[in-house]
């Protein structure tokens, strides 16, 4: 049976997806404008502390980000706690730096004195607002109540910077040691941190986790951490844990850190019906702040990458014996102190450094401690005897000043191709090719004579120049679709094709809504050919400015109103989004051109 006859399905086109791409740019114009009233706010709340003793004032801060109408429409009530109505709103503005990016952010804040007349732990429900018209409601936050704290001569517990200012963009970590006495026979300990997940003006980074057999505790009576415990040293009848947490901060300003205690004690071993608490103790930490200053705009170069920190930088090729147009992986680690994870690394294609050098495409590996960049490039000249340097610029944190490090040059041998066409880059790939075939004799095999010796060669030259014709122009349609879409088969374009497959594989089995958030932003990413944080606290507004926006006003709503429940479900004490929702909200923004 022959497939004559049969109709194919039909590719859409590099013109066809262009298209379809503009079209879901203009859509997400009208879906961002549209959601700008409260879509992309969120909602923290935050107590000055969560332990305080009968009659003490505690102080309960309501923060509205990125809205401009903000009311607080409910107060609950609790048997016990004294709630006052709410002062305010103050109200703000400031700027944010994350990836180059720079974001004008409203800040609207009101502030509840909260007393308790008894002893006891307290639920205090979600405070009810209207942001631009949308009601939200604030996460449920725990106060204990206590007449006696015994424990700080049994008990430690201290927070300490790694630094007491930073600038802009400079990570720094919190380390928390805290520990008992071992006559005590503690078993259990609950942090509470009022700061934990409410930082405001500052993103918090993901770090290696201690080893499992170190321990958990409990924070905020709702998580478990991980933590290590420290190695006792010879005599001492303490035991310690240790914990470290690092942060991003994104604007100039003030952190506000506000005490911290730890409950431990010894409970019972957990049954059908839970532990039960036979002893209790409570230590606090010190609240302190942390001054952010901005980077220096004076002597700032126009390439600044926005890195910050004390950088090293290495280079190393996979090979250095090649023939022009072979292609080299050139590594680049950077290594060191700073935000790692958040500068714009160079693009070679662009430096007049490597202008003898094709640029192929790039991969990228992030972590806290080192940023790898894998290049693909090739010679495009015999000439060509090093690969030069790269730069990055850098605000180094030592000298205080912007520098630009470099990583060395390396030597490396090209040899010459030869009767290859010339890779340079000033002939057209049209002219290349048809010389690169001129020595083809497209004549069949065989002594036959052809009918007419005129014929012939009217018939070679006809089929040469059909051949030439029609590679010519896949070449040249090559060109365009690479030139306007990126190549197929670069990395940026199979990630792209990846990306469904991925955010599937990611949300399952994962119930964290920081997770499910984090898992959508990286789809979002692959399909904008961006790096995976290039939607972690993006303002949607400005990148519709500067990319354009969506396909349909509907698609575009639902991509604003799915963000803003993520990040409602992170940080503002949303509903948690069900995967399901987000893999076939994926789906849908794919189908229209995302």
Known sequence: MTNEGRSRPRRAGWRTRCVACCAFAWFLCAAALAAQGGGDATVKVQLSTGVARPGERVVLSIVVENARAVRVTSVPTVEGLVIDPPEGPSTGRYTTIVNRRVTERIETTYRCAIRGAAEGQFEIPPFELSVDGATVRTRPVTLKILRDMRGENVGFFQITPSSNKVVEGQP???????????????????????????????????????????????????????????????????????????????????????????????????????????????????????????????????????????LDALATPDTRDVLVGDSIKLTVDWTGSGNLEFFEAPDLSLLDAFGDFRVYGTNEEKSFGRRRVVYDIAPISADVDAIPPVPLSVFDLESEAYITLETDAIPIRVRALEHAAS??????????????????????????????????????????????????????????????VGDPAGPLERRRRRARRKLAQRLRGEDDPKAVLASFTSYLAARTREADEAWTGRDVTSWRREHGGASSEATGDELADLLARLEAAVYGGGARVEKDEVLRAADRLARTGL
Not at 256 to 264: A, G, L, Q, V
């Open 423 to 484: 890779l340079e880059g000033d002939a057209e790939p049209g002219e290349s090719f048809t010389r690169d075939i001129v020595d083809i004799d497209a004549r069949a095999l065989g002594r036959v004579p052809p009918p007419d010796a005129n014929a012939g060669v009217l018939s070679d030259r006809m089929l040469f120049a059909g051949t030439g014709f029609v590679l010519v122009g896949w070449l040249v349609v090559r060109t365009a679709v690479r030139r306007r």
């Open 172 to 310: 720094f970590t919190l380390e928390l040691r805290f520990g008992w006495d071992r006559s005590t026979g503690s078993n259990y300990a609950d942090l509470s941190l009022p700061w934990w997940g409410t930082l405001r003006g500052a993103l918090e980074l993901d770090m290696e986790q201690p080893p499992k057999e170190s321990g958990r505790v409990l924070v905020n009576g709702e998580i478990q951490v991980p933590v290590e415990q420290v190695a006792s040293t010879a005599g001492s009848d303490r035991v310690e844990f240790r914990m470290l947490r690092s942060f991003l901060p994104t604007r100039a300003g003030k952190l506000d850190f506000p005490t911290s205690f730890m409950e431990f004690g010894r409970s019972s071993d957990r049954g059908f019906f839970g532990a039960r608490k036979l002893s209790n103790f409570f230590v606090r930490a010190e609240p302190f702040e942390l001054d952010v200053v901005p980077l220096p705009r004076e002597g700032q170069p126009y390439d600044y990458s926005g890195a910050v920190g004390s």
